[in-house]
């Protein structure tokens, strides 16, 4: 038991080392359900529920039956800079993300379903007389394969729908695209008793959004995460998760055939997390994250259009069944470093960030 703690441990302090290094997620939101949201999205190998379909979908491998699940989460955001001038506070901070988890594996079976909707991207700002809001939604349809009693993987399609506003002083730009398109690849292993492996690659999307004359291209990176899960005994699960997001295929959010002008310059990043599950009763438990993230954007070419500093990201959670469905309930708080940005000179000063995330998921089994 003490070498399996010991073990356990040493996959937070592996993840604890890399934070020096390690940096996030741009405006990536992968708050996909209240399980995830408390264990600071580090679900990639351990998940044990119907957010599989959203967090790696080759896990449903290990779960049975036809499961839905209903997520809401209020997003709540405190920004401001300071400088020469005086100290805006950014206007558009908050808002709702929902969705929905599905999954169908049979009894015994070797081949499964999932289906999930979520917002994978959103970024809502507005200040220096300019406002910015994107949302990106994801419609992902996977197919799940058990190949052994250890060994699953996944392959889907993910169908991603896009909106944009844009003000930049008297410029206007207001667009959606219908429907663009990648393609996602899940594995979950057991190499061993009390560990799993996973993995989920997303290729995202080259988006193209238009209204009448003025178009702009939106290139959705591509994701990787890698994670490990131990089960310490019947009652507590630790997981570390790593996710290498390619922000700088994102080239600008400039408008053609208009005036409207971002240029973002975003690094290519890693996010690192880590969980704690806690199994207080069957279908019953408390769940703990910790997550660093440093921004997409460098100091020397911070982009408000996309602010995103390096910070903290501490989480709690609980769940379990009541009058016959499961509720999940989560909390999140952001703690970011102030960042002081000196180019370009319009957007120079000090920027300051908190950001707190409510999340409640509902789900029943059928």
Not at 60 to 67: H, I, K, Q, S, T
Not at 195 to 205: A, E, N, P
Not at 244 to 264: F, K, P
Request: some cysteine; aromatic content about 10%.
């Amino acid at each position: 038991m003490k070498k399996r703690v010991a073990i356990s441990l040493g996959i937070l302090s592996l993840c604890g080392s890399a934070l020096q290094t390690a940096q996030a997620s741009g405006f990536a939101n992968s708050d996909a359900s209240a399980a995830g949201v408390g264990l600071a999205n580090a679900m990639v190998a351990g998940v044990a529920d119907v957010s599989a379909a959203s967090y790696n979908p080759a896990a449903v491998a290990w779960l049975e039956g036809v499961e839905i699940q209903l997520n809401t989460a209020v997003k709540l955001r405190n920004s401001s800079v300071v400088t020469a001038t005086g100290m805006p506070f950014n206007a558009g901070n908050n808002y709702k993300v929902q969705g929905f988890n599905a999954i169908w594996m049979p009894h015994s079976g070797n081949v499964g379903a999932s289906m999930a909707l979520t917002r994978p991207f959103a970024a809502h700002n507005a200040w220096f007389g300019a406002q910015t809001n994107l949302e990106v939604d994801r419609l992902s349809l996977d197919v799940v394969y058990a190949l052994s009693s250890t060994l699953a993987v996944a392959h889907g399609l993910d169908i991603y729908q896009s909106r944009v506003q844009m003000t930049q002083g008297a410029a206007a730009f207001s667009g959606s695209d219908r429907a663009s398109f990648g393609i996602n690849i899940g594995v979950n292993w057991k190499p061993a008793p009390f560990w799993r492996v996973g993995m989920l690659l997303r290729t995202g999307s080259k988006v193209k959004i238009s209204q009448g004359v003025q178009k702009m291209n939106l290139n959705l990176p591509e994701t990787l995460t890698l994670g490990v899960s131990h089960d310490v005994d019947d009652m507590f699960r630790l997981e570390g998760d790593v996710t290498y997001t390619h922000w700088s295929r994102l080239n600008d959010l400039n408008v053609q055939g208009g005036t409207i002008t971002h240029a973002t310059s975003l690094k290519n990043t890693f996010a690192i997390k880590t969980g704690l599950s806690y199994y207080w009763l069957p279908n019953t438990a408390f769940r703990f994250g910790y997550a660093y993230q440093q921004g997409a954007n460098s100091t020397g070419n911070v982009q408000p259009a996309i602010i995103d500093q390096a910070g903290h990201r501490f989480t709690i959670g609980a769940g379990g069944d009541l009058m016959g469905v499961h509720i999940d309930l989560a909390y999140a708080y952001g703690f970011y470093t102030n960042q002081t940005a000196t180019a370009p000179l319009a957007f120079a000063g000090a920027y300051h960030d908190r950001q707190q995330t409510l999340a409640l998921s509902v789900s029943k089994k059928f």
